[in-house]
């Protein structure tokens, strides 16, 4: 594994979040919140990958963007899934975020500090599965079998479930891994890279469809679940 192929993934990476944030942007006002923020949260990617540089350039910690951007991701994906669930259980909500900014600033303080935060990607990636395990649940409860291919969400859920999957995998046997590699570390990475660019892909195909419902004469699309609406529908 050569510094030009994972440099390569990077910026395959840096072009799908672009694609993906340009996706979630057009046609601004027609767009559901959810949609707007997974935007924002690829474009956080973007801004904290150049930003590394820039940190790089003055002589600072370059993994200071990466960490402030994990507390940015946390809270816009939970806040998608939180309208998800139509603003429902937010006792549950409020307390894994607390958990987490808690688990996060103790760990940027005292355990990781300003490495490569893993045990908080880690509690990230753990919360995200379940938010989306919870999410598709739901979704098989509330809409029929045949609906779920037109739901961006589902493919949205789907991509970050993989990538959570893998992503957790990664980051906690990371010592085991990078052994198994022969202290390869460039091998591991590419990896995680490579998972990332079909967790791309994947959003792209969610992103696209929400566009599609956008742009439709109706003006609406199946974004979400609605338990009221999904149940009738189940009943016809």
């Not at 390569?8 to 672009?18: D, R, Y």
């Not at 939180?82 to 607390?98: E, M």
């Not at 880690?122 to 779920?148: G, K, N, W």
């Not at 490579?194 to 599609?212: E, P, R, W």
Request: aromatic letters at 18%.
């Amino acid at each position: 594994m050569t510094i030009e192929t994972f440099m390569m993934t990077v910026k395959i990476i840096m072009v799908l979040n672009g694609v993906i944030a340009l996706l979630s942007f057009l046609f601004y006002k027609r767009r559901a919140t959810h949609i707007k923020l997974l935007g924002l949260n690829f474009l956080y990617q973007i801004v904290a990958y150049f930003s590394m540089a820039v940190f790089d350039l003055k002589g600072m910690e370059v993994n200071i963007p990466g960490n402030i951007q994990l507390f940015f991701t946390f809270l816009t994906l939970t806040a998608i899934y939180y309208i998800q669930f139509q603003k429902r259980y937010t006792r549950f909500f409020l307390v894994v975020t607390i958990l987490y900014l808690v688990f996060a600033v103790v760990n940027i303080l005292f355990i990781q500090k300003m490495y490569v935060n893993s045990y908080t990607v880690a509690f990230l990636d753990f919360a995200v599965m379940v938010y989306c395990i919870l999410y598709f649940y739901r979704l098989l409860i509330e809409l029929p079998a045949q609906h779920l291919q037109r739901v961006p969400m589902f493919w949205i859920s789907t991509s970050f479930l993989v990538q959570s999957a893998g992503d957790f995998f990664l980051f906690m046997f990371t010592a085991y891994l990078t052994k198994f590699f022969f202290n390869d570390v460039l091998i591991y990475w590419t990896i995680h890279n490579l998972l990332l660019m079909v967790h791309g892909l994947l959003i792209i195909v969610g992103v696209s469809f929400d566009l599609k419902n956008a742009i439709s004469p109706s003006g609406k699309g199946q974004t979400s679940f609605n338990v009221s609406t999904s149940r009738r529908r189940v009943n016809e």
